[in-house]
T-cell receptor, first 112, second 112 residues
Framework: GAGVSQTPSNKVTEKGKYVELRCDPI?????LYWYRQSLGQGPEFLIY????????DSGLPNDRFFAVRPEGSVSTLKIQRTERGDSAVYLC??????????FGPGTRLTVT | RKEVEQDPGPFNVPEGATVAFNCTYS??????FFWYRQDCRKEPKLLMS???SGNEDGRFTAQLNRASQYISLLIRDSKLSDSATYLC?????????????FGKGTKLSVKP
């Protein structure tokens, strides 16, 4: 929605593997948010970037999760040693001004 | 207590019915309020913002009561296409504009 793209759309991985999820926000938009939505739940905040820096990472569940945004545009969410409980849809929300309410289509992560 | 609580649902109604969704939030410092709609296996999409004075968009009316920390959404003359999950959303944690806190959602099924 509103020009935010996420790749891959689906990712199946084995328990213990490393995965990277990508978010490509609207060009020029400085704010970027990651959320995670488990089955039957609303999205939960993970981390917020303002430009290149993580302004708030209080939602990251543990140190297996890490995110970067080195050039202030594309962001990558990295999950180490994946667990079955990490299975969820990972949503990215980026924008500036009135666009910040719009989410990308999400990446559906399944850990087997 | 969850930060945002909604009716558990699901709501199953006939076409043309009026449906009311209720939501309460726990953080009195919350500053912005929204209803999002989420179709099956899709990302949440902003339905409408909610203002203290109440606001209406066609068949949809949203109300906010700050004193009671209560938000509502009314759908009149429901259509089959209104079938979706409705998410109550607030923000204001740390003042980050896009740091959204979602309720669990209430599923609506409109039947012919």
């Amino acid at each position: 929605g509103a020009g935010v793209s996420q790749t891959p759309s689906n990712k199946v991985t084995e328990k213990g593997k490393y995965v990277e999820l990508r978010c490509d926000p609207i060009s020029g938009h400085t704010a970027l948010y990651w959320y995670r939505q488990s089955l039957g739940q609303g999205p939960e905040f993970l981390i917020y970037f303002q430009g290149t820096g993580a302004a708030d990472d209080s939602g990251l569940p543990n140190d297996r999760f890490f995110a970067v945004r080195p050039e202030g545009s594309v962001s990558t969410l990295k999950i180490q040693r994946t667990e079955r409980g990490d299975s969820a849809v990972y949503l990215c929300n980026g924008g500036q001004g009135g666009s910040w309410q719009y989410f990308g289509p999400g990446t559906r992560l399944t850990v087997t | 207590r969850k930060e945002v609580e909604q009716d558990p649902g699901p709501f199953n109604v006939p076409e043309g019915a009026t449906v009311a969704f209720n939501c309460t939030y726990s953080n009195s410092a919350s500053q912005s309020f929204f209803w999002y709609r989420q179709d099956c296996r899709k990302e949440p999409k902003l339905l409408m913002s909610v203002y203290s004075s109440g606001n209406e968009d066609g068949r949809f009316t949203a109300q906010l009561n700050r004193a009671s920390q209560y938000i509502s959404l009314l759908i009149r003359d429901s259509k089959l296409s209104d079938s979706a999950t409705y998410l109550c959303v607030v923000n204001g944690r740390g003042g980050s504009q896009g740091n959204l806190i979602f309720g669990k959602g209430t599923k609506l099924s409109v039947k012919p």
